[in-house]
């Protein structure tokens, strides 16, 4: 799995502490440091909108079908997707789960039928079948590639929801990594203000912040 920042807002912090200056009529009161107190106590009233005048784009890289069909059920974010209608999905790479790597007689019997998967798309290629039909057989497990650009304020509910307990290990490893770029993009924004106000598993999110983030 890979995660590229493309794109991000020019004075992504900034950009928000103006919106939410304009709301109170306050910008004489903007300082070289004025966001790291104000922004934090924006997240934590709920005064949540201002996020959304920042975004940040990735390219993501390596993950499954089976995490992008769960990341792209995020309708406040905008996606392209490499298209198995439209490339050539011959010798696709695909991801195998570590319960199934770590258990030599499941791994063995997964990257057998992910080989013969292949075989059999390559045959119905070379049949004269388009690749919008071939790929009907494609897994889940097979790799993807996708651009997802999302304003601040729902970076901070994607990684609210995907960076929890019940959320899969791939989409949680995904947002992990997209959370520690944020962070360190924009601090007063993406530290633990937002989910200690409103999260129902901040102590969870804690540990990983200290141990995979800042
Ligand atoms: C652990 C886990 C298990 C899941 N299991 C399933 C499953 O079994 N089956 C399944 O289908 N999905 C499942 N999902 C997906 C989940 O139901 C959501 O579709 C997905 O997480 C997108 O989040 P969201 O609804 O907050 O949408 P987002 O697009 O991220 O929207 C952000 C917020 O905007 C608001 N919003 C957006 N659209 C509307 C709207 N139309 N009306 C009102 N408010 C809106 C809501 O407040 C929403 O929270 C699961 C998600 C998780 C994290």
Redo the contacts with the bound molecule.
């Keep these: 799995m890979n995660v590229e920042l493309i794109y991000i807002s020019p004075d992504a912090e900034g950009s928000c502490e103006i919106g939410a200056r304009v709301c109170y009529d306050s910008n004489d009161k903007t300082t070289d440091t004025s966001r790291e107190r104000m922004l934090p106590s924006l997240l934590r009233s709920g005064h949540l909108s201002i996020f959304e005048h920042s975004s940040a784009s990735f390219k993501i890289d390596g993950i499954s079908r089976t995490a992008s069909h769960?990341i792209v059920?995020?309708?406040?974010?905008s996606f392209s997707q490499r298209s198995q209608r439209y490339v050539n999905e011959g010798d696709f790479t695909f991801v195998t789960p570590p319960s199934i790597e770590q258990n030599p007689e499941a791994n063995a019997s997964y990257q057998e039928i992910m080989k013969t998967l292949n075989e059999q798309y390559l045959a119905l290629i070379k049949l004269g079948i388009k690749k919008e039909d071939a790929r009907f057989i494609l897994p889940n497990a097979a790799s993807t590639t996708l651009v997802m650009t999302t304003n601040f304020r729902?970076w901070l509910?994607?990684i609210d929801?995907?960076v929890?307990k019940?959320?899969q290990w791939e989409i949680r490893e995904l947002l992990i990594l997209i959370w520690k770029e944020l962070y360190k993009q924009a601090p007063n924004i993406f530290s633990m203000h937002y989910f200690n106000a409103w999260s129902k598993d901040a102590e969870y999110k804690q540990n990983i912040f200290d141990e995979r983030i800042k």
Excluded: D
């Design positions: 769960q059920r995020h309708r406040m974010s729902e509910h994607v929801m995907r929890s019940p959320a």
